[in-house]
C-alpha cells in the first residue's frame, strides 16, 4: 500500500505564494510519475501539474508561468510552488501518484486526501 500525505495549504491573499507538499510513504518500489489535481465544489477534478521520471513537466494553461511542481525523488516527495495566487485558483488540491509496490507488479494510481487552498482578501 502506498499513502500520500499532502501539507501546505491555507488562506493567502491575491498576488501571495505557497508551497505545497506530497510525501508518499509505504509498500514503493518505483512511481513514474506524481501530479497535482485541484477541485472547486460542483466541478469536475482537473489537471494542475505534472511531472515525470527524468523531470518532464505538463502545466494547465491557467497556471502556466505561475506555478511550478518539483520533485525530490530521494523523499518521494513532490512539490508545487504557487505564485501570485488569484481568487480563481482556490480550490482543494489533490496530490497523485503512479506507483508500484514491486518490480514485477503493476502500476497503480493513488490519491491524497486534498488540501485546501483558498486565495482572498
Known amino acids: 500500500q502506498v499513502q500520500l500525505v499532502e501539507s501546505g495549504g491555507g488562506l493567502v491573499q491575491p498576488g501571495g505564494s505557497l508551497r505545497l507538499s506530497c510525501a508518499a510513504s509505504?509498500?514503493?518500489?518505483?512511481?513514474?510519475?506524481m501530479a497535482w489535481y485541484r477541485q472547486v465544489l460542483g466541478k469536475e477534478r482537473e489537471l494542475v501539474a505534472a511531472?515525470?521520471?527524468?523531470?518532464?513537466?505538463k502545466y494547465a494553461d491557467s497556471v502556466k508561468g505561475r506555478f511550478t511542481i518539483s520533485r525530490d525523488n530521494a523523499k518521494n516527495t513532490v512539490y508545487l510552488q504557487m505564485n501570485s495566487l488569484k481568487p480563481e485558483d482556490t480550490a482543494a488540491y489533490y496530490c497523485?501518484?503512479?506507483?508500484?509496490?514491486?518490480?514485477?507488479?503493476?502500476?497503480?494510481?493513488?490519491w491524497g486526501q486534498g488540501t485546501l487552498v483558498t486565495v482572498s482578501s
Open positions: 511531472i515525470i521520471t527524468g523531470g518532464s513537466t
Open positions: 509505504g509498500s514503493i518500489f518505483s512511481i513514474n510519475s
Open positions: 497523485n501518484c503512479n506507483a508500484r509496490s514491486s518490480w514485477n507488479s503493476a502500476f497503480l494510481g493513488v
